[in-house]
C-alpha cells in the first residue's frame, strides 16, 4: 500500500527555522512530483507548490514563493518543507500529496494528487 | 485566496441525493480534469472522484462527478451519516501556473 508518513507536530517561536518531512513508502519516489498543501486553522486548502523529486525541480505557489522551501533527499525517499523565519500566520496543518494520479486531456499528461499524508500541526507562537 | 467557488454548506436527510457545485473559469476546470476530495473531521484529505468522474477504488458508487464547461459537480447519492464531511473541489489553472482548490463545502447529515 502507498503510504506518505509524515513528521510529528511542531511548537516553535517566531523567528525560528523549522523543517518537517514528508517520507515514502509502497513506491518508487522518484517517479511522481510531491506537492504540499496548507490549512490554517479553520480554512479550506491552499496549494503551497510541488517539488519533482528526480532533479528538485520546484514549482512554488505566488503565495509561497520566497517564504518556504521544498527540497528532497533521494537516498531516505523523503521530501522536506522549511522556513528559516516563522512567523505567527505559519501557525497550520501541512500536507504533502503525491501527484501520482494520471490522466490524458487532448494528448497531454495531466497528473493530480492521489495520495496524501496524514498531515503536520505546526504552532508558531511566542 | 481560492479561485474555484464552492457553496459553504450543504445538507440532507440520510438515503437523499445532494449535490455540490464548483464554479471556475477556462483556465482551470475549463481546461483541465478536476479532482474532488473528501475531507473528514480532523483528518487528512482523500480523493473521492477523479478525472471528472472516475472513482479510485474503495469510494462507493454513491459519489458521482460530472463536469460542464467551466463548472463541475459533486454527486452524492444515498447519502449515508458517514458522509458528513467537507469535500474540496481541485484542478490545476494554465494562467496561474498551479493547482487551486474550492472554497470548500460542509455536507451536513440531519
Known amino acids: 500500500e502507498v503510504q506518505l508518513v509524515q513528521s510529528g507536530a511542531e511548537v516553535k517561536k517566531p523567528g525560528e527555522s523549522l523543517r518537517i518531512s514528508c517520507k515514502d513508502s509502497?513506491?518508487?519516489?522518484?517517479?511522481?512530483?510531491i506537492s504540499w498543501v496548507r490549512q490554517m486553522p479553520g480554512q479550506g486548502l491552499e496549494w503551497m507548490g510541488k517539488?519533482?523529486?528526480?532533479?528538485?525541480?520546484?514549482n512554488y505557489g505566488p503565495s509561497f514563493q520566497g517564504h518556504v522551501t521544498f527540497s528532497v533527499d533521494k537516498s531516505t525517499n523523503t521530501a522536506y518543507l522549511q522556513w528559516s523565519n516563522l512567523k505567527a500566520s505559519d501557525t497550520a496543518m501541512y500536507y504533502c500529496a503525491r501527484e501520482g494520479g494520471i490522466t490524458m486531456v487532448r494528448g497531454t499528461i495531466k497528473y493530480y494528487m492521489d495520495v496524501w499524508g496524514q498531515g503536520t500541526a505546526v504552532t508558531v507562537s511566542s | 485566496q481560492s479561485v474555484l467557488t464552492q457553496p459553504p454548506s450543504a445538507s440532507g436527510t440520510p438515503g437523499q441525493r445532494v449535490t455540490i457545485s464548483c464554479s471556475g473559469s477556462s483556465s482551470n476546470i475549463g481546461s483541465n480534469p478536476v479532482t474532488w476530495y473528501q475531507q473528514l473531521p480532523g483528518t487528512a484529505p482523500k480523493l473521492l472522484v477523479s478525472?471528472?468522474?472516475q472513482r479510485p477504488s474503495g469510494v462507493p458508487d454513491r459519489f458521482s462527478g460530472s463536469k460542464s464547461g467551466t463548472s463541475a459537480s459533486l454527486a452524492i447519492s444515498g447519502l449515508q451519516s458517514e458522509d458528513e464531511a467537507d469535500y474540496y473541489c481541485a484542478a490545476w489553472d494554465d494562467s496561474l501556473n498551479g493547482r487551486v482548490f474550492g472554497t470548500g463545502t460542509k455536507v451536513t447529515v440531519l
Open positions: 478525472t471528472d468522474n
Open positions: 517539488i519533482d523529486p528526480t532533479d528538485s525541480d520546484t
Open positions: 509502497g513506491y518508487t519516489f522518484t517517479t511522481y512530483w
